[in-house]
């Protein structure tokens, strides 16, 4: 049975894009992007929401990989090769080693968690929340960057109410800590 993963990097006041929707996080250098190449890699599934998945798609270019350092040509592939569902009733057409789902979220994750094996990953403020309302959530990883956005798109939607335990803390470069909790119930 997989595990189902919550992680998103975020600032210090929890939002993990700013006031305008963009992504106004430093962007991951060196050890911190080798970070989350591993991350991909260790991924047998990802799970993106619409608008989540459509930042994401830039790592599907293969010019991705002209003209730029090792580590971003790393996750490129990593990226490429990992399988994705992608949940929108908009999108009408997804990338490469990517399937579109509009059915109905809970049950789609509930039967990738029974069939599949290893980590599954989420990516999307809103579909985590509507997964972690469900109870499919195994872990949540913060990885919070030493910046105060101010407002934005926060890391847990506004109304969710969870009891977390800590499973550790990790720090990272970039002044990034990473924290890891599951459900404590």
């Known amino acids: 049975m997989a595990r189902i993963v919550y992680a998103m990097l975020m600032s210090l006041d929890g939002y993990i894009a700013g006031p305008d929707g963009s992504i106004a ?49 790393d996750f490129a592939h990593a990226w490429r090769e990992t399988p994705k569902i992608v949940f929108s009733t908009t999108l009408r057409e997804v990338g490469p080693n990517a399937r579109l789902v509009q059915g109905d979220v809970e049950d789609v994750a509930r039967s990738l968690k029974s069939e599949a094996d290893g980590q599954i990953t989420v990516a999307g403020a809103d579909l985590a929340a509507h997964l972690a309302r469900s109870g499919l959530i195994d872990e949540y990883r913060l990885y919070m960057h030493p910046v105060v956005l101010g407002g934005g798109k926060p890391y847990f939607q506004s109304g969710l109410s969870l009891r977390l335990k800590p499973l550790g803390m990790e720090n990272l470069t970039q002044g990034v800590t990473l924290l890891r909790y599951a459900p404590a119930g």
């Open 25 to 73: 996080l430093p962007v991951p250098e060196g050890g911190l992007h080798r970070h989350f190449n591993d991350m991909m890699r260790q991924t047998s599934i990802a799970l993106c929401g619409r608008r989540m998945y459509e930042v994401m798609r830039f790592w599907d270019s293969p010019d991705r990989e002209i003209g730029t350092g090792d580590v971003e040509v």
